[in-house]
């Protein structure tokens, strides 16, 4: 079962010259995703600047090239999730590049990939309601916060939340897209590319 399933969604046995076109649409969920985290990575900045001080900085420390910190937050927002992007892209292209057109293959992995932006959008606001409401003296969290010396835990606390829950948003989401390219490709009867 499970060569079977690396077999038809992991392997791709696509006409090589198909593979073009996923790998585009590949590229094109990285960016976007990319780019959501630039953006996604500022707002969380602004709510604790700590999180990313005595936390982030240190593990892409091998991306800091010594520019302003909003800088080095882009990067990051930027190096966290692009491969978010491109992954879930590629599962997508997979599987709407062999059954139809070019124009029709992107256009609905586009919707997948907003899709999968609107969940981890959703999911983050919930996640950010969590952190909001979590208790400032949560022993778990003081212990984690403590040796980074974070002074600010309630911020720090929710955006960890809020990250936290944007990724599981964007899984749902994937799901979700999946879900809905496949429905739509055996509603339509399958197989309908001609190149």
């Given at each position: 079962?499970?060569?079977?399933?690396?077999?038809?969604?992991?392997?791709?046995?696509?006409?090589?010259?198909?593979?073009?076109?996923?790998?585009?649409?590949?590229?094109?969920?990285?960016?976007?995703?990319?780019?959501?985290?630039?953006?996604?990575?500022?707002?969380?900045?602004?709510?604790?600047?700590?999180?990313?001080?005595?936390?982030?900085?240190?593990?892409?420390?091998?991306?800091?090239?010594?520019?302003?910190?909003?800088?080095?937050?882009?990067?990051?927002?930027?190096?966290?999730?692009?491969?978010?992007?491109f992954f879930s892209a590629w599962f997508l292209?997979?599987?709407?590049?062999?059954?139809?057109?070019?124009?029709?293959?992107?256009?609905?992995?586009?919707?997948?990939?907003?899709?999968?932006?609107?969940?981890?959008?959703?999911?983050?606001?919930?996640?950010?309601?969590?952190?909001?409401?979590?208790?400032?003296?949560?022993?778990?969290?003081?212990?984690?916060?403590?040796?980074?010396?974070?002074?600010?835990?309630?911020?720090?606390?929710?955006?960890?939340?809020?990250?936290?829950?944007?990724?599981?948003?964007?899984?749902?989401?994937?799901?979700?897209?999946?879900?809905?390219?496949?429905?739509?490709?055996?509603?339509?009867?399958?197989?309908?590319?001609?190149?």
């Amino acid at each position: 079962m499970i060569k079977e399933f690396a077999k038809r969604w992991l392997v791709p046995s696509v006409p090589f010259r198909m593979l073009p076109r996923m790998l585009a649409i590949a590229c094109l969920g990285a960016g976007i995703a990319g780019i959501y985290g630039v953006i996604h990575d500022q707002i969380t900045y602004t709510i604790s600047e700590e999180y990313f001080t005595r936390l982030k900085f240190d593990q892409f420390r091998y991306a800091d090239f010594g520019l302003h910190p909003r800088v080095f937050v882009a990067e990051i927002g930027f190096l966290a999730t692009w491969w978010v992007g491109f992954f879930s892209a590629w599962f997508l292209a997979r599987i709407a590049v062999p059954a139809w057109s070019r124009e029709l293959a992107i256009k609905r992995c586009l919707a997948g990939i907003l899709l999968i932006l609107v969940c981890a959008f959703v999911a983050a606001w919930i996640g950010n309601g969590i952190g909001l409401h979590r208790p400032a003296e949560d022993v778990a969290w003081q212990e984690f916060c403590d040796p980074l010396g974070v002074e600010d835990v309630p911020a720090f606390v929710r955006v960890a939340y809020i990250h936290l829950a944007g990724y599981v948003g964007a899984l749902i989401g994937l799901v979700g897209a999946l879900g809905m390219i496949l429905a739509q490709r055996r509603r339509l009867g399958g197989m309908e590319n001609h190149g």
